[in-house]
């Protein structure tokens, strides 16, 4: 029988589950079970979930947090519990070990509950509350009953005389621990048994204000504020880049030189794990080591919609057992694409939580649009200078756009929180088809141009 059950609430967590069950699963204390209490999710959770030996899923239809908490627990046998939020991840493999020493020979401590860390782009008022709520200090708690089941451990026998309040809709655990404390039990808060928590403990504060605090606690937690659990990390993320290349790829062409191109910009990345040619002929992608999607597998590909046809290549890539966390689409007839961008976009993406980053042209020009009515009106309808204008940013997707696995599964490739990579070197915007079909007069510089690019790149 294991010694510590672990319950895991989740509701739409498939940016989450993952992290959390991975380092749950490596920790030094095996004596465990997991159990999942999952709230009608309609996302990935639970196919993400069953990646691990997760013992048991509970599935509830209406979500109230002790309710939750004590049906996984009549499912458990562990003589100690720990409940655990699905976005919260282990920072420690002793996390658990650590939770579990507290109990040693302290018959009256019912609970104990650990650290809880920001994300390095958790938001200011949250990360400003967690970093305040939860210091660095061991305490006992005789008389405060502040406990949090993000991150807890709590006897079985305590729990069978004060099991969860299920009526309650929050803080179902502060009830708990009011409970034990009036009964004459203590608590223990542990900050060596630390996980990161993405979201904080009040949503309601003046952001001006939060940013004041915060900043003052930045330069001296500094190891905490800018942190990311190791999965989170630019260099350990599985992100895999896909290529789309339609027709033949012909020997010599200026089509042939610029996939060539930005093949080998990708394989200089630090942090693209793999790189997916989608094409209708491999041969290309073995020369060069690269995966390969046939292209001619996926129906109605000549007319699919960009972000559906990533959507299939995804779909493709998951049913090997691949699963990456992003998808970075690359378009190969950028002809000047800029030094590092794939690893800047990556690494934006990290560390500031974007779901969707891609590369924008910076553009202070003065723009105007028709209306149905045939009528224009400005974008700006002031004539301020350059400096006092507020940029308009124009997409340039194929230079590298990165999205989220979770929304390019839904057939998106922009959603989510969205990050834009500022590029402010026009000629990063050009394009082979840009020139091949001129929509300006000048075509002699024009070819000139793509000439002198072709030639760097038959170097």
Request: net charge negative.
């Amino acid at each position: 029988m294991p010694e510590i059950s672990i319950i895991v609430r989740t509701k739409n967590e498939e940016s989450w589950i993952g992290h959390c069950l991975e380092m749950i699963y490596e920790q030094d204390f095996k004596s465990f079970e997991v159990i999942l209490v999952d709230n009608a999710s309609s996302d990935n959770t639970i196919q993400i979930a069953k990646r691990f030996p997760v013992d048991l899923i509970l599935n509830i239809d209406k979500f109230l947090p002790g309710k939750a908490l004590n049906k996984g627990i009549l499912a458990s046998s562990g003589n100690y519990i720990v409940c655990i939020s699905a976005h919260c991840i282990p920072k420690n493999i002793d996390w658990l070990s650590t939770l579990y020493k507290n109990f040693e020979s302290d018959e009256q401590l019912a609970g104990v509950y650990g650290r809880q860390l920001p994300l390095s782009y958790t938001s200011d008022v949250d990360k400003r509350d967690l970093l305040i709520v939860f210091g660095r200090d061991r305490r006992t708690q005789m008389k405060d009953y502040f406990f949090h089941n993000a991150n807890s451990m709590l006897r079985r026998d305590i729990w069978e005389k004060f099991p969860f309040d299920e009526v309650v809709t929050n803080i179902e655990d502060r009830v708990w621990g009011k409970a034990v404390v009036s009964a004459g039990y203590h608590i223990v808060y542990d900050p060596d048994a630390a996980v990161y928590h993405y979201h904080g403990l009040h949503q309601e504060n003046t952001k001006g204000r939060a940013r004041g605090v915060v900043s003052i606690i930045e330069q001296i937690d500094q190891d905490v504020t800018n942190a990311l659990p190791n999965s989170l990390k630019p260099e350990v993320a599985n992100i895999v880049a896909i290529i789309p290349f339609q027709g033949k790829i012909k020997l010599g062409t200026k089509d042939y030189k610029l996939l060539l191109k930005a093949i080998i910009e990708l394989k200089q990345s630090k942090y693209v794990k793999k790189i997916y040619l989608v094409s209708i002929e491999g041969e290309f992608s073995k020369q060069f080591e690269i995966e390969w999607i046939d292209r001619s597998t996926i129906a109605d590909e000549d007319t699919l919609a960009l972000d559906h046809l990533l959507q299939k290549c995804l779909e493709s890539i998951e049913s090997t057992g691949e699963f990456p966390q992003s998808v970075l689409y690359v378009n190969y007839d950028y002809l000047n694409r800029p030094e590092h961008i794939f690893d800047e976009l990556i690494f934006d993406a990290q560390y500031k939580g974007y779901d969707t980053v891609f590369s924008g042209y910076l553009d202070y020009k003065h723009y105007w649009l028709k209306n149905e009515n045939d009528d224009y009106h400005q974008t700006d309808d002031s004539m301020k200078a350059r400096s006092d204008m507020q940029p308009v940013y124009r997409a340039l997707y194929g230079l590298g756009c990165l999205t989220s696995s979770a929304i390019v599964r839904k057939g998106k490739i922009i959603g989510g929180k969205i990050g834009i990579l500022p590029i402010q070197d026009f000629n990063a915007t050009l394009r082979l088809r840009d020139f091949e079909n001129p929509t300006n007069d000048d075509q002699t510089i024009s070819l000139k141009a793509l000439s002198n690019i072709l030639l760097e790149i038959s170097k």
